[in-house]
């Protein structure tokens, strides 16, 4: 199977913290930009984070900067998304997406593969 997996959602406090995982399948992600994506209830799919494919270049949306971390793993064939001071604003499914691409920086509507999602729920 050619796909990926996000893990790590779930429950957690305003102020607290989570890291997300995004695990290929069936290939290799060294050339491959990875981008995360969020979309809440009622709203659009929005850009989260993207990373290239190196790890050299990452770009964060404003809303999260100063709070998320975007990181790969090319050897775990993984990428992370570390999120801090988490805020109920952040509620939402997350998603990640792979775009092939030695150059590319943040995968397009277009990208080559999506993974299903995980719930990430900040409430009291």
């Known amino acids: 199977q050619l796909q990926l997996v996000e893990s790590g959602g779930g429950l957690v406090q305003p102020g607290g913290s989570l890291r997300l995982s995004c695990a290929a399948s069936?290939?290799?992600?060294?050339?491959?930009?990875i981008g995360w994506f969020r979309q809440a209830p009622g709203k659009e799919r929005e850009g989260v984070s993207c990373?290239?494919?190196?790890?050299?270049?990452?770009s964060y949306a404003d809303s999260v900067k100063g709070r998320f971390t975007i990181s790969r793993d090319n050897a775990k064939n993984t990428v992370y998304l570390r999120m801090n001071s988490l805020k109920p604003e952040d509620t939402a499914i997350y998603y990640c997406?792979?775009?092939?691409?030695?150059?590319?920086?943040?995968?397009?509507?277009?990208?080559?593969?999506w993974g299903q999602g995980t719930q990430v729920t900040v409430s009291s």
């Open positions: 069936g290939f290799s992600l060294d050339d491959y930009a």
């Open positions: 990373i290239s494919s190196s790890g050299a270049r990452t």
């Open positions: 997406a792979a775009h092939r691409g030695v150059f590319r920086l943040c995968p397009g509507q277009n990208a080559d593969y």
